[in-house]
């Protein structure tokens, strides 16, 4: 059984920067693809990147690229994602998605390609 357990979230001014992290169980973290995502209040859940199973290989969406930062380590069943630079429009609930099966990494941004997902974590960022 898979779990995944993100964390980090919080009320930040804009500018500013958060840490998330989501930690891994119940199957071997280093055989997942793994993607964030996020959903803000009364809109449909959007990709925010995904990384690689070794982590060699990220990709971002067009409103992440150049702020946030997908990063893992396989040795604590963990992948980060750090955002710089928070604008009011980064404000969401936040969630990390996990593949076996071999699907997202040939399209990383669709959310059924990911059969688990965390819980979520709210980032709320003030104007």
């Known amino acids: 059984q898979v779990q995944l357990v993100e964390s980090g979230g919080g009320l930040v001014q804009a500018g500013g920067s958060l840490r998330l992290s989501c930690v891994g169980s119940?199957?071997?973290?280093?055989?997942?693809?793994m993607g964030w995502f996020r959903q803000a209040p009364g809109k449909e859940r959007e990709s925010v990147g995904a990384i690689s199973y070794s982590g060699s290989a990220t990709y971002y969406s067009d409103s992440a690229k150049g702020r946030f930062t997908i990063s893992r380590d396989n040795a604590k069943n963990t992948v980060y994602l750090q955002m710089n630079s928070l604008k009011p429009e980064d404000t969401a609930v936040y969630y990390c998605?996990?593949?076996?099966?071999?699907?997202?990494?040939?399209?990383?941004?669709?959310?059924?390609?990911?059969?688990?997902w965390g819980q979520g974590t709210q980032v709320t960022v003030s104007s």
């Open positions: 119940g199957r071997t973290f280093s055989r997942a693809f």
């Open positions: 998605a996990a593949d076996f099966n071999a699907q997202a990494v040939y399209a990383w941004a669709a959310r059924q390609n990911y059969a688990y």
